[in-house]
Nanobody, 114 residues
């Protein structure tokens, strides 16, 4: 069994920053790619960023330059640094880890509003 827990969401004003954290624990095997998706109200879930066990990163084109993903392999932890937040970034952010299958966290709400 694998458990994925996100933290760090909240309410911020436009232009501010936020850092999300995600910890995966349990029976984790394989390359252990980790990453973030988000889902805004009325929209489909979309990829934000991912990072492989070797540190290769992938970002949604629209978020490059504002969001940065990083990880601590020893602790199966992934971070998402979000800068210059915009109201369009408001969404529930979901963390995942790919071990023998994909495991998802419950999500953390990020609200960007003045």
């Amino acid at each position: 069994q694998v458990r994925v827990v996100e933290s760090g969401g909240g309410l911020v004003q436009p232009g501010e920053s936020l850092r999300l954290s995600c910890v995966a624990s349990g029976s984790i095997y394989g390359g252990r790619t980790m990453g973030w998706y988000r889902q805004a109200p009325g929209k489909e879930r979309e990829l934000v960023a991912s990072i492989t066990g070797a540190g290769t990163t992938t970002y949604a084109d629209s978020l490059k330059g504002r969001f940065t993903i990083s990880r601590s392999n020893a602790q199966n932890t992934v971070y998402l640094q979000m800068n210059s937040l915009e109201s369009e970034d408001t969404a529930v952010y979901y963390c995942y880890i790919y071990s023998t299958q994909i495991y998802w966290g419950q999500g953390t709400q990020v609200t960007v509003s003045s």
